[in-house]
């Protein structure tokens, strides 16, 4: 029996798990996720927040290390935050901004 | 980076307890408000309010909002929980011994508060050293606090006036007891040379105005882009209507302690910078991409909004030569009271519905957040509730103002009554929030 290689897509899928708590939507639909590298059993993710100084940094990058962590042929997880670019609403998924009243 | 919750929450349940008390009192005593204000029960009560209530709150939010305004950790949660315990204390006595009138055991309370304020101040100044930046929200933030300092300073000064130092001839002033006496003695004398109700409203209005208000538009201005997705039109405008409030104030205070003309001068630069705080919250709503407003921040719209009435009724009262009626008295206590119970305390029982739910939430879910579907802050009180607390509230400081106005004793009573009422749906709400505490509600992801 073989063992299905881990996907981007499962990676991508896991994170849609973990929500924004003040907005109550996803933090891939957000636009927060920027990349998503899958290499063998190591995945790098890189994310920034909708504003420096969010209360919530810790927190969903914690989620998401959490989320990715239970998939099948993960050995590590790198979440890395960065700031360029900057994050603006049009990188928002279209049901995002739906929910937003945008 | 921000402290434990346990901290800024013993500040807010403290606060909400001491407002809840306060509104029991006006339904007990309604001549506080149908009377005259510079009564003993009125500054009794007045005192519940504003440090009981809203420098609890206020206390309690800066703790957990400084380390995310100011993108750098508290300086020392230990200090924090130090001056919880000096703050209650010493608010709890003031209240205490306003209510019997004994000014010299008040003075011996403020002094356990304000040491409690010094060290807040030490642990406020040390955690801005740190930060990476101050801006326009970390300047308002440090000036809301050299406010306060002024504040409880000058409500020191004023106990001290009044009161009597026998002991003055009877001690050395080189023995440290005797330099304390001596000191407070040659204060006293200063302070009796002013006249005291000018003295009383210059005092309420660096607290009210500088503390206060201050804090509330300095916080709104990091706060108001965060919760609605928009973002701070111009830090430059921004910094600039926080100097015009603190020019203002500067120039308010001495004209009303000093009972000069020129008080209005200062009434009409505090005017101009909340007439620019105005047009930038306007510009930040106009801006934000989170379209639907939740009735937190329709809280705090409706307390800038209430805001914006009182500048009449202030302007009129700052009037040089108004002579002083009972008309002038009641009006005077209209305005306090909207002041007091409508406008700081409406904007902050508004941020506190999204403090209080942050703080509950971060307790309990924060961990489990990627390993479970976890509520989102606004799923953890009912919004039909706070909407329904909202207008019976509103309903309230409509019928006491109109009762304090005409001076009847039962208006003001039923008016307390249906603040209790409306304090008691906001109350609901906070223990919905705490009820998550004990019962989490986690369901397992969509796997």
């Known amino acids: 029996m073989t063992e299905t290689a881990l996907t981007d897509a499962q990676v991508w899928d896991a994170l849609r798990q973990v929500m924004d708590p003040e907005l109550g939507i996803n933090i891939v639909d957000l636009g927060l996720i920027y990349d998503v590298q899958v290499r063998g059993g190591e995945v790098n993710v890189k994310m920034t927040f909708t504003m420096r100084g969010c209360p919530m940094h810790g927190t969903l990058v914690a989620g998401a290390e959490a989320a990715i962590r239970p998939l099948p042929g993960v050995e590590q997880v790198n979440v890395e935050v960065v700031w360029d670019p900057p994050w603006s609403p049009e990188m928002m998924s279209a049901e995002a901004r739906a929910r937003l009243g945008r | ?447």
Not at chain 2, 65 to 84: A, H
């Open chain 2, 1 to 447: 980076m921000s402290p434990d919750i346990s901290l800024p929450l013993r500040f807010v349940l403290t606060g909400l307890v001491s407002l809840l008390g306060a509104a029991g009192l006006l339904v007990a005593r309604p001549e506080i408000l149908a009377g005259y204000h510079y009564s003993p029960r009125a500054v009794a009560v007045t005192h519940l309010v504003v440090l009981g209530f809203m420098a609890s709150a206020v206390m309690g939010a800066s703790y957990q909002l400084l380390p995310v305004v100011l993108e750098t950790p508290l300086y020392s949660e230990r200090l924090g929980r130090w001056q919880f315990v000096l703050h209650v204390i010493g608010f709890g006595g003031m209240v205490w011994m306003f209510w019997r009138w004994n000014l010299e055991q008040v003075g011996h309370y403020a002094s356990v508060l304000v040491t409690g304020v010094l060290l807040l101040i030490y642990n406020v100044t040390r955690t801005l050293l740190r930060a990476p930046r101050l801006g326009a929200v970390g300047v308002g933030v440090a000036s809301a606090f050299f406010w306060l300092l002024m504040a409880v300073s000058v409500g020191l000064a004023l106990a001290a006036g009044k009161c009597t130092y026998e002991s003055v001839n009877r001690l050395s002033v080189w023995s440290p007891v005797g330099m304390l006496v001596h000191g407070l003695a040659a204060l006293a004398e200063i302070v009796q040379r002013y006249e005291p109700i000018p003295l009383m409203h210059a005092h309420a209005h660096l607290g009210g105005v500088g503390f206060f208000l201050l804090m509330i538009v300095a916080v709104s201005y990091q706060l108001m882009p965060m919760f609605t997705l928009s973002a701070l039109p111009s830090e430059r405008r921004a910094a600039q209507t926080l100097w015009l409030l603190n020019a203002g104030l500067t120039v308010l205070f001495f004209g009303l302690a000093l009972n000069r003309s020129w008080k209005l001068l200062g009434m009409g630069l505090v005017v101009a910078g909340l007439v620019a705080y105005g047009r930038e919250l306007a510009a930040i709503l106009r801006a934000r991409h989170r379209r639907a407003l939740d009735w937190g921040l329709r809280c705090h719209l409706a307390a800038m909004g209430l805001l914006g009435a009182l500048i009449l009724p202030g302007t009129l009262l700052c009037w040089p030569g108004l002579p002083a009626t009972p008309f002038t008295g009641q009006l005077e206590n209209v305005y306090g009271f909207l002041g007091l119970f409508g406008v700081i305390t409406l904007a902050i029982l508004g941020f506190l519905h999204k403090i209080v739910p942050f703080l509950i939430w971060y307790r309990v879910y924060s961990p489990k957040v990627g390993k479970y579907q976890v509520p989102a802050m606004g799923d953890l009180y009912s919004e039909r509730l706070l909407r329904a607390g909202f207008w019976v509230y509103v309903a309230a400081l409509a019928i006491i103002s109109v009762g304090a106005g005409a001076r009847s004793v039962a208006g003001v009573r039923w008016g307390g009554v249906v603040l209790l009422g409306g304090l008691a749906v906001f109350g609901g709400n906070v223990i919905a929030m705490l009820g998550h505490l004990w019962r989490p509600r986690l369901t397992p992801l969509n796997q």
